[in-house]
């Protein structure tokens, strides 16, 4: 059966499982995509993962994206860029995908309730911050527990701030905040830092920074918002407690790709490696936003990424089907071959 007869007996049972492009994860990546690959005509699936929308969900007002002079919320944002993407078509379903088989066309795509099937897949999941783990940081997420400087950072006027961590995020937005808050205070489990020298030095001229060293925060105190922490030294126990009105988690993130693991070419530190703008090194496979970008991590550009990868995506199948409709296939090419072969 042809695919487009499947897509014809699919949708006349109501129910499409070839898809031109399925894109995996609801963040500002996956959204964009969606709105470009529909916009483009393209049947469009995207599976929002178990965070329909991605991290900004989980964060309150956002500044920085263009757009919105006073500011928007997070989970607003998000919601209006899932109508956006659905008004030009794309279908969006609050499942999780379990697996991807890469080794075969079309590719194949299970979801926990589902398997489908697509010419092309684009990679949005993203990637989490890693979590301190201690009692009150999920309480306090949003009221003084932050794991984004950029984002946050001038919520933080006059205040005291804590950073944990001791690598290049962490001596980066320690330095980026004090241009806020009234002291900042690095708190790092070891007595040497990870972060590049150069980050280091300035840190250390900067007269707003102190370092706790082998030093790790165990307890967050507050009401509505915190109001200090405790800080324990990893060798004798001893805690002091310190006011801070911000606690800045910079210790790194994970992306989401354990379900890529062996099928898709990963980075040292488990990142999506992109081979030429958003293509992986799988022909049909394409990546965007953190989950391939450790570097800049904003929705804004995570968003401009999912736009360039839908674009690519566009081009690829255009070029997909122009070979195929000019080149003969591999059958057609064996059997002139043969036919050469007999008679020569
Ligand atoms: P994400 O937003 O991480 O989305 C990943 C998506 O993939 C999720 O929908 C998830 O459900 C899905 N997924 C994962 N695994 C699977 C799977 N197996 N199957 C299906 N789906 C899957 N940036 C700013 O520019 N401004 C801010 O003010 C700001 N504030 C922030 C506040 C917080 C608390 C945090 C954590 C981040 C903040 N950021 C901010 C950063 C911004 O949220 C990210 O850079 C951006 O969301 C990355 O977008 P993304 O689309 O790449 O991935
Ligand atoms: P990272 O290099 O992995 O550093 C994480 C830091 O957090 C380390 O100092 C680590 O301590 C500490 N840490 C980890 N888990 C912890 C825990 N549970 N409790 C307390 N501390 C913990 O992560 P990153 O700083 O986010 O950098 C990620 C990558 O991005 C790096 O390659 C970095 O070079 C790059 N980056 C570059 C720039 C730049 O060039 N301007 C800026 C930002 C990031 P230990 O040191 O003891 O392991």
Known sequence: MSRTDRRDDSVNSGKVSLYDVIIIGSGPAGYTAGIYTSRARLQTLLVTGTLPGGQLMTTSEVENYPGFPNGIFGPELMMNMRQQAERFGTLAIDDEVIQVDFKQRPFKITTSGEIFESEAVLICTGASPRKLGIKGEQMFAGRGVSYCA???????????????????TALEEATFLTKFGKSVKIVHRRDSLRASKILQDKAFENPKI??????????????KKIASIVVSDVYNGKEQKIQAGGLFVAIGHDPNTSIFRGQLELDDKGYIALKNNSFTNIEGVFAAGDVHDYRYRQAITAGGFGCMAALDVEKWLTERKHRANTEP????????RRQALKDS
């Open 210 to 223: 102190e370092f706790l060293w082998n030093s790790v925060v165990s307890d967050i105190i507050g009401d």
């Open 329 to 336: 296939s591999e059958v057609a090419f064996t059997q002139m």
């Open 150 to 168: 950029t984002c946050d950072g001038p919520f933080f006027k006059g205040e005291d701030i804590v950073v944990v961590g001791g690598g290049d």
